[in-house]
Each structure stands twice: as C-alpha cells, then as structure tokens.
C-alpha cells in the first residue's frame, strides 16, 4: 500500500470516527428535548415559586442548572464533531485527489513503457522473421531442410511433432480482454511442424503479439493459423502448395510467448470465424 493510500485510509477512520461521536450527542441531546417536552418544560422562576421551602428550591435551581450544562455539553460535543468532520473530510477529498493524480502519472508511464518495449519487440521479430525466412532454420544449422513428414490419419495430419502435450483452453482470458481462439500445443524449441491437411501457404508475417506467423488453406476450405513459430522450412512461401502432414515450419517462443516454446493453433472454417481447434487436434494427435 502506498503512503498517499495510507493516509486517505486514516483519514476516512477518523472522519467516520468524528460522525459517530456527533450522532451520539445530537441522539442524546434530542432525547432530553422530549422528555422534557413529554414531563413539560419548566421555568426556574415558576419553579422557584412553586417551592414549598427555600430548601427545595435551591436544590430544583441545583437540578436545572446540570440539565442545563449537561445539554450545553451535548450541543457543544455534537458541534466539534461536525466541524472535525467537515475539516476531515476536506483532507480526504485532497488526499483522494492526490492519489488520483499519482494514479494517472503511473499509468501513462506504464503505457510508455509498454509502448518501447511492444516497438522493440517487434523490430526483433521481424529481424528474426527475416533471417529465419531466408535461412529455413529452427535453431539448429542454417539453411535446416524440412524432416520426415507426419503420419496421416485419412486426410489430415497433428500439426505439431512428438513430445507434445495440449489441453482444451479456447475461449480462457487473456490479456487486453481478450479471450484465447486457439489451441497451444506445447513442444520444445525447433520441434517440426506439419500441415494439418493439404492445401496452400497464403501468408507469412510476425508481429510482437503473434511472432513469427503461418497461414495455410485447406482444400477443405478451412484456414488454418499457426504462430510463435521459431521458423520456416527452407522453400516455404506464400503460394507453396502443401501436402497434409508435410513439415513446414519449426515450434518456437517468438512474439509474446518468451520462454515457452509452443504452437498457437487456430482453425477458420470456410474461412470464416474462428472455432474450437481442441476437438480438431484431438483427432489425430491423441
């Protein structure tokens, strides 16, 4: 907790504090003024008259007298705790007002941050895309050339090789206020990745979200969407055709998935919204 926050915190107590002890006083006070309006007022004069002895007057005068003080200290009790409550609550809206601003200086530098740090990274992926693109590596030698296809299933294929391990997570929060339209796939680093069914390679991008991207067209008509990709397979390039299970691309951590290494999976149907890629994945990767 920061210290402006401290202090706005204290100050709320005491202002509450000062309240109670004002209610109380006015509630007392307010409960003389109707016994003394149910029993009937009395004037020290009338009483003083009304007295069988001088005796009995001065200690009638002695009675008036403390209910007259002990109201005064009521009266006087409940005013103080007004005005320490209105002082109080001055101090608190100054103190709020404070922290409000401390707030809005914190996040704009925060986004300023986030700003540099969203433009470094993506001038690293796209420096990265670039050479990985022209040299088809998958953090091995340059120029790594693509490995044994993947076993097919009737037409498609697991997109991403052996070990691997994935869970159902689409639809599951993400950052932004967004929402996962994916699968990930977890492998390690430079593990092959293959096309899920036949088709053609339609584009190839990075961006510091994403990182290094791959889309393919199904002959079905479906898209499939791979990212965080460490690579391509040398000869991979928009308009390559494909067979399903073919190796294409190599499971890295690019964009903004640093230090876990997996495939972001998405699958479009006719090209249209996206759909869950769990029961996709499940068909043929087990």
């Known amino acids: ?115 540099e740090v969203a433009r470094a990274q993506q001038v690293e992926d796209q420096v990265e895309a670039q050479i990985a693109s022209r040299e088809g590596r998958a953090g091995g030698p340059s120029g790594a050339a693509a490995g044994a296809a993947a076993p097919v299933s009737g037409s498609i294929a697991c997109p991403v090789g052996t070990p691997r391990h994935y869970s159902d997570t689409y639809g599951a929060p993400r950052s932004g206020g967004r929402s996962h339209k994916g699968v990930d796939i977890l492998a390690s680093r430079g593990t092959p990745i293959y096309a899920y069914e036949s088709g053609t390679v339609t584009r190839m991008s990075s961006n510091s979200l994403g990182g290094i991207s791959l889309y393919l067209n199904g002959a079905s008509g479906n898209v499939y969407y791979y990212t965080h990709l460490r690579g391509y397979v040398s000869g991979i390039r928009p308009g390559t055709r494909v067979s399903a299970g073919q190796h294409i691309a190599f499971t890295g951590d690019t964009g903004n998935a640093r230090g876990i290494p997996h495939l972001h999976w998405e699958v479009r149907p006719g090209g249209g919204g996206n759909v869950n890629p769990y029961p996709y994945a499940r068909r043929v990767c087990g």
């Open 1 to 115: 907790m920061s210290a402006g926050q401290a202090q706005l915190d204290q100050l709320r107590r005491v202002e509450s504090e000062q309240r109670q002890i004002a209610d109380s006083a006015l509630t007392a006070l307010a409960g003389q003024i109707i016994s003394a309006y149910k029993h009937g007022s009395v004037d020290p004069a009338l009483a003083l008259l009304s007295s069988r002895s001088p005796r009995e007057a001065a200690q009638r005068v002695e009675f008036l007298t403390m209910i007259a003080r002990r109201n005064q200290a009521d009266l006087e009790s409940a005013s103080s705790a007004r005005i320490s409550t209105h002082a109080n609550a001055v101090l608190t809206e100054q103190a709020t007002t404070q922290l409000r601003a401390q707030q809005a200086e914190l996040d704009d530098l925060r986004k300023q941050v986030e700003a």
